[in-house]
């Protein structure tokens, strides 16, 4: 146990300070924790320097800087994304202390929603829907591992796919959403990770974005995937903030962590940003592209596929409530995830390392709850605001869940 982290906030400055030395230190109890940071390099050195900190202590520390924020001086937007980031990291201490927390409560905290068990019914209208679309005989579940055994990417192509894509990408977000000159993403083929893709962003607008080959890339998978993790996703957000908000001053955007409502935010544009840059037409686009790579795809099929599909969006963060909230076994768990997403047990089994990793757990709300709420922000947009000008406010703004709440009609800033 580390010794007692005491320290007096005096003004903005300092607060904005301590908020990030708060932030670092719990990389120090869970590695991974800080997901990003771009900030002071002497902050990042001074927190490895340190003793492994007292979750109890951290929690201590983030209801303090909540107490000293209303009097910071900070503007309304800036001081309600540092609250609502203090809460998480309060929660997260606490729970890293032992305490005994209802898993819905603690993804509200982390995450500024409520959660709750999804629709079964709309669950077996999207078991009709996918029915309609693959056509055929037999069990649907043999169908649909038919249809993603053909639509795999051969492992040797997998490469120049990603590469095609990305520059595709690129060139239309640089159009509607410029980016620095300097920006550039790497890819990488990793194993051995509960998720399919991950973002690493580095700063001065360069990302490595990881590509998971345990899990075999489909053709209709990878323009979600590469627009999800670099363009308009992940990295050109990461970019754009940097460029815009950090530049300004606001230095609490160099800091990006784990189980906060900074990443329900991230991970909801992310799986909007095909939607937001392509639209209506993303199957034939991408079927043009393979096309050029020697390489066959339905993009029309595909499409009607995955509008299909998502109705399935929440069976995942039910699995987490049975897990966490309702304290099912982990084999009726692996048994509801194959029966509502029709896959294998290997893959439950997969989507169960994510579900049960201590850092992860809660982690599947993001994108849940994340599609759902930033996609109805998008589709409430005044008349007089175009869509491209919508989805440049999540680039662009320090918002968080209870913000685009009180902007929906009816809405309110309270969950």
């Not at 639509?151 to 894509?165: G, T």
Request: aromatic share 8%.
């Amino acid at each position: 146990m580390g010794r007692p982290l005491r320290f007096c906030v005096v003004d903005t400055t300092e607060l904005l300070r301590q908020y990030q030395l708060l932030g670092l230190r719990f990389d120090l109890i869970e590695e991974g924790f800080v997901d990003a940071f771009t900030g002071d390099p002497a902050l990042r050195r001074q927190v490895q320097n340190e003793a492994k900190p007292d979750p109890a202590e951290l929690a201590r520390q983030a209801a303090a800087l909540l107490h000293e924020l209303p009097g910071s001086g900070l503007t309304a937007s800036r001081r309600d994304f540092v609250s609502a980031h203090l809460t998480a990291l309060e929660c997260s201490a606490r729970k890293f202390a032992g305490a005994e927390i209802g898993f819905v409560d603690e993804v509200h905290a982390y995450f500024d929603v409520r959660i709750a068990r999804g629709d079964e019914d709309e669950y077996r209208q999207a078991h009709r829907e996918m029915d309609e679309v693959l056509g055929g005989n037999g069990p649907l579940a043999e169908r649909l591992q038919a249809h993603r055994a053909a639509d795999e990417i051969p492992p040797a192509r997998l490469e120049e796919c990603v590469q095609a894509f990305s520059s595709a990408l690129r060139d239309r977000v640089r159009v509607d959403f410029p980016l620095p000159e300097a920006e550039t993403v790497e890819y990488q083929v990793v194993t051995d990770k509960p998720w399919s893709g991950f973002n690493y962003y580095l700063g001065d607008f360069k990302s490595t974005v990881a590509i998971n080959a345990d899990l075999k890339q489909q053709m209709a998978g990878l323009p979600h995937l590469i627009s999800h993790e670099s363009y308009p996703g992940h990295h050109t957000e990461h970019c754009r903030k940097e460029a815009g908000l950090v530049a300004a001053g606001e230095v609490e955007q160099t800091l990006f962590l784990v189980n906060t409502p900074q990443c329900l935010m991230a991970e909801g544009l992310a799986d909007l940003a095909l939607e937001a840059i392509v639209g209506e037409g993303w199957g034939p686009w991408a079927q043009e592209i393979y096309a050029d790579l020697g390489l066959r795809f339905d993009g029309e099929r595909a499409e009607r596929f995955s509008k299909a599909s998502a109705k399935l969006l929440g069976v995942r963060q039910d699995a987490a409530l049975m897990l966490h909230d309702q304290h099912a076994s982990e084999d009726d768990v692996a048994a509801f995830l194959q029966r509502w997403t029709l896959t294998t047990s290997e893959r439950a089994r997969q989507s169960l390392r994510f579900l049960t990793s201590p850092l992860w757990r809660a982690y599947i709300s993001t994108y849940v709850e994340g599609y759902q709420l930033l996609g109805s922000w998008l589709d409430a947009r005044p008349a007089q605001v175009s869509a491209t000008e919508r989805f440049r406010r999540l680039l662009d703004e320090p918002l968080i869940p209870s913000s685009l709440r009180a902007e929906l009609p009816g809405g309110t800033s309270l969950s």
